[in-house]
């Protein structure tokens, strides 16, 4: 091989090369004056081939978790009025107060309703009103019964805690 072409080779490599290097260097340039298109009227039209990520207001919501302890599941068992008194029982269990197999927290009655407050657990429990008009302690497996003559709206606990509330009209 002569000079001639060995120096014809190197620059021709050189050549490539640096031209390669100016083209990477022009791409990823950082330059101040944008990256779009100049309208020539003041706004630049930006172009991006990489997709972009908008945050909508539920994305940045934050979730509030708050804990309530109670020892009776939600739900409502609601016996309606009909003008005459009736009798109903009130099961009180571990798992709260129910009314005919179903968790009770709200009871509507007619006044001269009666109440059996039925305990089922395996303790005593103590059954009481807001206005005091019950306090009474209720053996396992015993059973209390107190009429409502009054229209009006009680709340029960049992042993102190907030259980079920009865609406007489």
């Given at each position: 091989?002569?000079?001639?072409?060995?120096?014809?080779?190197?620059?021709?490599?050189?050549?490539?090369?640096?031209?390669?290097?100016?083209?990477?260097?022009?791409?990823?340039?950082d330059?101040?004056?944008?990256?779009?298109i100049?309208?020539?009227?003041g706004?630049?039209?930006?172009?991006?081939?990489?997709?972009?990520?908008?945050?909508?207001?539920?994305?940045?919501?934050?979730?509030?978790?708050?804990?309530?302890?109670?020892?009776?599941a939600?739900?409502?068992a609601?016996?309606?009025?009909?003008?005459?008194?009736?009798?109903?029982?009130?099961?009180?269990?571990?798992?709260?107060?129910?009314?005919?197999?179903?968790?009770?927290?709200t009871?509507?009655?007619?006044?001269?309703?009666?109440?059996t407050?039925?305990?089922?657990?395996?303790?005593?429990?103590?059954?009481?009103?807001?206005?005091g008009?019950?306090?009474?302690?209720?053996?396992?497996?015993?059973?209390?019964?107190y009429?409502?003559?009054?229209?009006?709206t009680?709340?029960?606990?049992?042993?102190?805690?907030?259980?079920?509330?009865?609406?007489?009209?």
């Amino acid at each position: 091989m002569n000079g001639f072409a060995w120096k014809n080779r190197v620059t021709l490599s050189l050549g490539i090369g640096i031209a390669t290097v100016a083209l990477i260097a022009g791409c990823s340039g950082d330059d101040d004056e944008g990256d779009g298109i100049d309208t020539g009227t003041g706004t630049e039209i930006t172009q991006t081939t990489e997709p972009t990520e908008t945050m909508t207001a539920t994305e940045g919501a934050t979730e509030t978790m708050t804990e309530t302890a109670t020892a009776s599941a939600t739900g409502t068992a609601t016996e309606t009025g009909s003008g005459t008194a009736e009798d109903v029982t009130l099961t009180i269990s571990a798992d709260g107060v129910m009314m005919d197999g179903t968790m009770a927290d709200t009871v509507t009655l007619a006044a001269g309703s009666t109440v059996t407050f039925e305990n089922d657990g395996e303790n005593a429990v103590t059954v009481t009103t807001d206005d005091g008009a019950i306090d009474e302690e209720i053996a396992a497996g015993d059973s209390y019964d107190y009429t409502f003559d009054e229209a009006g709206t009680w709340t029960v606990s049992v042993d102190g805690e907030e259980m079920v509330t009865i609406t007489v009209s």
